[in-house]
Nanobody
Framework: QVQLVESGGGLVQAGGSLRLSCAAS????????MHWFRQAPGKEREFIAT????????YYTDSVKGRFTISRDNSKNTVYLQMNSLKPEDTAVYYC?????????????WGQGTQVTVSS
């Protein structure tokens, strides 16, 4: 059983940056592809990015390409999401997830989420 705890969310102005972190425990972190998803009010959960087990490969949804960067530190059991050039439409609860296929929409374990609010 893997436990995931996100942190780093908050309120930021449009054009600003935030770095989300997700600390994992209770499993073999390096054995899982790691993902970030988000869910805005009234909308379905949306896949954002995946990083491979080694950290050597990453995949992004089109809406965040060039602005967001996913990375991981297997020595710290942590995955990150660096978010730059934030837009009001990026406002959502952001979730990290573990397991599942690289770039896939399904995962085995989920965090509880962290709120990101981008003001215009």
């Amino acid at each position: 059983q893997v436990q995931l705890v996100e942190s780093g969310g908050g309120l930021v102005q449009a054009g600003g940056s935030l770095r989300l972190s997700c600390a994992a425990s209770g499993g073999t972190f390096s054995g899982y592809n790691m993902h970030w998803f988000r869910q805005a009010p009234g909308k379905e959960r949306e896949f954002i990015a995946t990083v491979s087990r080694s950290g050597g490969s990453a995949y992004y949804t089109d809406s965040v390409k060039g602005r967001f960067t996913i990375s991981r530190d297997n020595s710290k059991n942590t995955v990150y999401l660096q978010m730059n050039s934030l837009k009001p439409e990026d406002t959502a609860v952001y979730y990290c997830a573990a397991g599942g296929a690289f770039g896939g929409s399904k995962a085995d374990y989920w965090g509880q989420g962290t709120q990101v609010t981008v003001s215009s």
